[in-house]
């Protein structure tokens, strides 16, 4: 457990430290010449029942308030003293609202110099300051007379602390690490030392972490829990680490980094945020205005943005943005406070929503709706009610990151709310099973639609289907919803085009008789330098018109391509060409390849070469760069699934069926393909 003070100068917190742990605070040359504290102090008390009580002194002095906001984030139980001799002061006033805002809700009322007074006004103290924190988060907090002078009150203080501390174990579980720095220092023989709270989860000797928001990665060479040597040290401890890596230097890390789990490395400058004003609080908080806004040990200059045009009166609570000047390394749900720019006081605080907030459509219905689902503590409640609001799908690896929640705990959320995941890269975006369903079955309706409307096209292009989707996706997401369905067999999905199962293109008796004839000319040892559609009028006594119409409709149904004016390639061949391509730019150094390499690879002379280069670079599966050129990975299925085996000339596809790409498809790996690149929408069907 962590003990934070809190109260007026000069009202005894570093005496009752040192009376309850033996440590003397105010170790610094100002500190002791002064009399007061500057600076955090830290010590530590044994306990009977296991690990050592730790104690953060705070200054009391109202010019570093801030210092104790650094202190106070992460505690778990405050003491808020209270001099018997002085009674209720300005900074027990602040601090208390300080603890009232960050929701510190375990603590006692300490009535110091308790020698200085009689019976009588220490109960009268004692009235005021119950009456004080009655509508506090500390309202159940207990009074207690202590003189550090004495010893008077103070074993029976240590005594309520080491109650207090069995049951203060039960802190949210399921988190990853975090923990605020208050302290970096170097250590001769051992090197940099970051001290600080450890705000969630757990740390061990070795773990690789990182310093938010700078980005820093360090290791852990050793560490202290509660001041002990550990292997781990668990929320609610105080944590000494020992940091070593490259660029892990004392001016590398500040006071306010968050040292944390590496997945939950993702800063943020603009928060949406549940913010209430202290009744104490002359005027209403308008629009834009300035404050300090504190978290945790940092502290960084921000804008309040308001929702509504009405400004936000003390006393009263709503929902804000924040623009930071800098970002910071935050969680959902972290509490903060906001303190006055050039008038040194605090002015509110709250808990954050959205780390991921935008500029734009703040004040939308759905943003409104959003932050309501966010507002929800539990992650259990929070992430369905999400998932009710438009779009209907979330991220939700970003939300687990976001609340700071573990592997398992984000996996219990799948498993429990029974959500459809579609994985790429680093997101999971989630959709409820009824949404999904919805999604699906639309499409597929609306596939059925376009069939009917066109009989004689291979299907819809992905790329509309997506833009015109409910939810609309991103590229990835939809290419992996696409590639479930496909897999389900209700799908089809032939290059940029999507199609059903069922639909089979139709060509007139008389086109199929004309196709059957012409695609084993397209085929064969000849398929690098197919005739034209002249030398296959010659070839079979058709007119070349006749031939053209044909091959320009199989074309939009995706068994052949135009490469170049009146020449057609059957669509294996095309599939088969970016094959070579590929296999060529592999075996290049730098991935780049001559159209002379191609040319010799398909044997076809220079000329045809050259065309169907151009061919593949106006669809983007090739990127031309003076003579050479460069594979684009994201389109080389464009035409298809990869080639089989290039020495299976002929007859592929069937003359007039074609290849079925389904296993091919749902082999794949669900990253694979079509991530991050938009696909040409239905562009080589209009030849
Ligand atoms: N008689 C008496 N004096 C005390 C007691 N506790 C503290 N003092 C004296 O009160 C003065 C202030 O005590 P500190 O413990 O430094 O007060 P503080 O709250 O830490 O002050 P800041 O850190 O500057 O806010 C010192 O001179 C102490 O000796 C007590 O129980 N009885
Ligand atoms: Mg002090």
Known sequence: ???????????????????????????????????????????????????????????????????????????????????????????TLE?????????????????????????????????????????????????????????????????????????????????????????????????????????????HLGDRIQLSPSGLFARVRSLHAQNRPADAAHVGERCALNLAGPGVTKDAIWRGDVALDPELHAPSDRIDARIRVLPTEKKPVGQWFPVRLHHASAEAGARIVLFDDKPIAPGEEANVQLVLDRPIAAAAHDRFVVRGVSAQRTLGGGLFLDLRANARGRRTPERREQRAALALADPSAAFPALLETPPFAFDLAAFARDRALCAERRDQLVAELELVILETGDSKIAMTRERWALFASTMLERIGAYHGDNPDLQGLGRE????????????????????????????????????????????????????????????????????????????????????????????????????????????????????????LSVAATDGSFSAAQFRDQVDNGRKVAIQILDFFDRHGVTLRKGDERRVNPYRLDLFGPPCQSADEPGGEPSPVGRPDFKSVWGSEPVSGGFDSHSLPPISHRAK
Not at 12 to 36: H, N, Y
Not at 137 to 154: D, F, H, N
Not at 533 to 550: F, N, P, Q
């Open 95 to 203: 601090h208390l609202a300080i603890l009232d805002l960050l929701g510190v809700d375990r603590g006692a009322v300490v009535l110091t110099k308790a020698d200085l007074a009689s019976p009588e006004s220490i109960e009268h103290v004692a009235q005021q300051a119950k009456a004080l924190i009655a509508a506090t988060t500390l309202a159940r907090a207990e009074v207690m007379p202590v003189s550090a002078l004495t010893g008077a009150g103070v074993d029976a203080l240590r005594a309520h602390l080491e109650v207090a501390a069995v049951a203060v174990r039960d802190r949210r579980g399921g988190r990853r690490f975090r923990l605020a720095v208050d302290r970096v220092f170097t250590l001769s023989g051992v090197g940099i030392v970051a001290t600080g709270t450890v705000l969630s989860g757990s740390v």
């Open 1 to 91: 457990m962590i003990v934070g003070l809190a109260g007026h100068i000069d009202h005894g917190k570093t005496a009752l430290v040192k009376a309850l742990t033996g440590v003397a605070g105010d170790r610094l040359k100002d500190e002791k010449a002064r009399g007061i504290t500057i600076d955090l102090g830290f010590a530590y008390m044994p306990t009977r029942s296991g690990r050592p009580i730790g104690f953060i002194d705070v200054p009391g002095h109202e010019r570093f308030v801030h210092t104790m906001l650094a202190g106070a984030s992460g505690i778990d139980f405050a003491l808020l003293t209270i001099a018997v001799d002085d009674g209720i002061m300005p900074q």
């Open 464 to 583: 509309q289907l997506r833009v015109t989707s409910q939810p609309k996706l991103p590229e990835p997401a939809f290419d992996v919803a696409l590639k479930k369905l496909a897999g389900s067999d209700q799908l089809v999905l032939d290059g940029a085009f999507v199609r059903l199962r069922s639909h089979e293109v139709q060509l007139t008796p008389e086109d199929k008789g004309a196709w059957e004839m012409i695609a084993p000319l397209l085929g064969g040892a000849q398929r690098f330098r197919p005739p034209r559609v002249r030398d296959l009028a010659a070839a079979t006594g058709r007119a070349e018109k006749d031939l053209r119409r044909v091959l320009k409709r199989v074309g939009r149904m995706g068994w052949a391509d135009e490469v170049a004016h009146d020449h057609f390639f059957l669509r294996s061949t095309v599939s088969e060409m970016t094959t070579i391509i590929a296999d």
